[in-house]
């Protein structure tokens, strides 16, 4: 599958000469090669030598109605024939952006009506931190300015996206957060729950944010913001006590909940939302991801009807961006969406492919290697541990991680490695024999993991 008559070895190089890589170490980069993918069909992702990956990540988190579907490329083509690009600033608007609000307001929760839209999750997430100060501002209420985080969240990679993050490597480029962000306890059960039961750890994790709500004073603090799961922090399902504790604390208090659908959002769960999944009431709700399954780039922040009557008579909202409700990119996400419901396609991720998907991942969890499988709908995870009662880890914390993922892309799949915590999140449309495969794959990596250990 060579292109242009250029070996991957010519390509690389040339690549390495102009192209520096989001979260990559480009030196080391430069010494390895990047994987140089060429196309995709389904579930597969096809490599410049011609090898057959199965993507367990849709992308990254993405694609999740899969690759290769046509007719999101013909509303691409259709709607750059007939507008390919004009802007929603100064009071146009134009059909895509119409009939995607339209139909966002359907599928989101029945108190969100109104979409405000960006070109990514990070943008949403600028948003945010923005829009729920500018609620309060407009309420008469500016001291209440502070927005409550968790550590290890993935918030985007903006100034506002990554300090609302909780990521501690990314914090240290760039003298992040902001002022005015704070982070508190994520309720990661393997890693940090010690000695205490899940459900105890649970109440403890979601404790904090009464704590630091009592401490900061709660005529300072504007908003709590989460992900329904931590997706890049590690797949991390909150033991079930977690988010009932959080809605009981946020209902005693006149704060802003922010649940970002950036990776629960269209069906991931097996519900349109994780707010759907969990029963959570949000004031706003980044999304993106899933949205236009990955084919452009779009996102929007969806607001409730309490905030979206607050911004509507603030006056002018001093805040948008180029490319808010693009219009191919609008058209695109709208035949994503037609085709998710057309198909049933989040139905079955409830109740087909979501369950297979959980039960055989589940095996996974007598290998000596894994300490703990979990996992909601279509997206899952496994803690690598060379000792499954005291939950401890192989070396330095990643080691194992690393090792394991490189053998998944030798064998022709890709897992992502968080730490030593390996994670899937693959596109909804996989079959049954499809899940076989990752999961027949997955083990074998974890037995070549283990052999590298042993031979260690
Ligand atoms: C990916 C992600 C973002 C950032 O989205 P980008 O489109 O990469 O800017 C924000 N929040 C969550 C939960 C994400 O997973």
């Keep these: 599958m060579q292109q242009s008559g250029q070996s991957t070895a010519q390509k690389q190089e040339k690549n390495h000469s102009h192209h520096l890589h989001p979260f ?27 090898n057959q990956i199965l993507d367990g990540m849709a992308g990254l988190w993405c694609v999740n109605i899969g690759y290769g579907r046509q007719e999101l490329v013909e509303a691409a083509c259709h709607q750059m024939k007939e507008l390919p690009y004009y802007n929603t600033f100064f009071k146009t608007t134009h059909n ?10 359907e599928i989101t929760p029945e108190h969100m009506n109104h979409v405000f839209f960006t070109g990514s999750g990070s943008e949403c997430n600028d948003t945010v931190l923005r829009m729920v100060r500018h609620y309060w501002a ?72 009464d704590e630091k709500i009592l401490e ?24 079930s006590t977690y988010w009932p504790e959080i809605k009981r604390i946020l209902n005693k208090y006149d704060i802003l909940l922010v649940v970002d659908e950036v990776i629960c959002g269209f069906g991931r769960t097996g519900e349109w939302f994780g707010s759907d999944y969990y029963g959570l009431k949000p004031d706003l709700m980044p999304m993106a ?32 961006f180029t490319y808010s409700g ?32 959980q039960k055989r991942w589940a095996e996974l969890a007598d290998h ?65 024999a499809e899940i076989d495969e990752l999961v027949t794959k997955a083990q074998k990596c974890l037995d070549l993991t283990m052999e590298y250990f042993k031979s260690w």
């Design 24 to 50: 990559s170490d480009n030196g080391a980069l430069k010494e390895e090669g990047a994987r140089i993918i060429e196309s995709a069909q389904g579930v597969y992702l096809y490599d410049s030598d011609g």
């Design 326 to 357: 693009h219009p191919t990119a609008a058209a695109v996400a709208l035949e994503n969406i037609k085709i998710l419901q057309n198909e049933n396609i989040i139905e079955k991720a409830k109740t087909e492919t979501g369950p297979y998907l």
């Design 368 to 432: 000596p290697l894994v300490g703990e499988t979990r996992g909601v709908g279509m997206v899952a995870a496994l803690e690598i541990t060379n000792n499954k009662e005291a939950r401890t880890r192989f070396d330095d914390e990643g080691t194992a991680g690393t090792i394991c993922r490189d053998f998944c892309f030798k064998n022709g799949l890709v897992m992502r490695a968080v730490g030593d915590t390996m994670i899937i999140s693959p596109p909804l449309i996989i079959s049954h």
């Design 138 to 209: 407009t309420k008469d209420q500016p001291a209440k300015q502070v927005i409550i985080s968790r550590e290890n969240a993935y918030h985007g990679s903006t100034v506002a996206g990554a300090s609302l993050g909780g990521m501690k490597p990314m914090h240290k480029q760039g003298g992040l957060p902001i002022p005015g962000i704070v982070h508190i306890q994520q309720p990661y059960w393997f890693g940090e729950g010690g000695d205490l039961s899940p459900e105890a750890f649970g109440l403890k994790a979601a404790q904090a944010l």
């Design 216 to 239: 900061l004073g709660e005529d300072k603090v504007a908003a709590f913001i989460a992900e329904p799961i931590q997706g890049a922090g590690g797949v991390i399902v909150p033991p």
């Design 289 to 320: 991801k899933g949205m236009s399954s990955g084919y452009l780039p779009i996102g929007g922040v969806m607001v409730s009807d309490r905030v979206a009557s607050v911004v509507q008579a603030g006056g002018d909202f001093n805040h948008g």
């Design 96 to 105: 895509p952006a119409i009939q995607l609000a339209e139909k966002l307001a």
